[in-house]
């Protein structure tokens, strides 16, 4: 059986550990691109999430700076080919924060990313912790001349996703058939975003709001990426209650979709198969 180590990477707040529980529940229903075919052993913290959903709010950040969590799981297509396990290390975004500031990661992560088979990268559409001066560039230079030491912790987030995709350049090797590792980039809550955004899709989107971090991911000749929407629910359940009601009444089942681009209608559709996104950076 094929090991395969998927790294998700992403700053605080961007929507990784929602997404994690989400997809135990999807591959456990087995009727996506992807399925569990074991029960894993330790899930405890997935099972946790997923009850958050379940009761009809979304799971809180991870509390503890230096919570690592990992989810192991076997998965194969349906018809039982392509057996993987696949480990996914949630960590949390304030670590892959001060790491960047910092410039050290952990040596442990370290190994994961130079081991990993591919990696999804989260950002997140309205999240009160995206740092994003006007002018990062005139702000520093005014700083440094008033004297005043410039705050790496508020490091802008696109400029922490494009030190992310630096890291995995350099660590991600290249698959056995030669391949380039792959990168799923993930918009996170764009149930958020309105109709008109959606049409457009996530690639517009990220060209808009984090036009560094797009420059980045279309200038790499080392990775290949594609961009989804993720909306694990539908829908927004901390600010639509009456989204809320509807999705109480029925359930997870029904909810969730990932936006992905239709290449037949060259439009951005939904698919409720929240697993899209790891089978394609496991390559499935
Ligand atoms: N509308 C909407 N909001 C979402 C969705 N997923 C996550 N969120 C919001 O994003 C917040 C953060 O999500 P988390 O999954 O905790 O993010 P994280 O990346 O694990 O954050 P850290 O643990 O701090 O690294 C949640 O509390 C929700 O408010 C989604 O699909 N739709
Ligand atoms: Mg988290």
């Given at each position: 059986m094929n090991d395969k180590s998927i790294i998700l990477l992403g700053g605080p707040d961007s929507g990784k550990t929602n997404y994690v529980g989400r997809l135990w529940h999807s591959l456990d229903a087995k009727n996506c691109r992807l399925i569990a075919a074991e029960q894993p052993s330790e899930i405890g913290f997935v099972l946790d999430t997923a009850e958050h959903l379940f009761q009809g709010r979304f799971a809180p950040r991870s509390e503890h700076a230096d919570d690592r969590?990992?989810?192991?799981?076997?998965?194969?297509?349906?018809?039982?080919?392509?057996?993987?396990?696949?480990?996914?290390?949630?960590?949390?975004?304030?670590?892959?924060?001060?790491a960047v500031a910092s410039s050290e990661i952990a040596s442990d992560w370290m190994d994961e990313l130079i081991h990993g088979h591919g990696a999804l990268l989260f950002v997140r559409v309205g999240s009160d912790l995206d740092v994003r001066p006007l002018d990062w560039v005139t702000s520093r230079s005014l700083l440094a001349k008033v004297g005043v030491e410039e705050d790496r912790g508020k490091l802008p987030t696109q400029v922490m996703l494009c030190e992310l995709v630096r890291y995995l350049e350099l660590t991600m090797a290249n698959g056995q058939d030669g391949k380039k590792p792959k990168l799923s980039v993930i918009v996170a809550a764009w149930d958020r975003v309105d109709p008109g955004t959606f049409e457009q899709g996530p690639v517009a989107y990220l060209g808009r709001e984090y036009p560094?971090?797009?420059?980045?991911?279309?200038?790499?000749?080392k990775l290949d990426v594609q961009v989804f929407g993720l909306s694990v629910v539908g829908g927004d359940l901390a600010v639509d209650p009456e989204f809320r009601d509807r999705f109480l009444e029925h359930g997870l089942d029904d909810h969730g979709w990932v936006a992905v681009y239709d290449t037949e209608t060259g439009a951005w559709r939904k698919d409720v198969d929240l697993t899209l996104p790891i089978a394609w950076a496991i390559g499935a």
């Open positions: 969590r990992d989810f192991e799981v076997v998965v194969c297509s349906p018809d039982g080919s392509g057996r993987a396990a696949i480990v996914i290390p949630d960590i949390s975004g304030e670590l892959w924060q001060n560094l971090l797009a420059g980045r991911l279309s200038d790499t000749k």
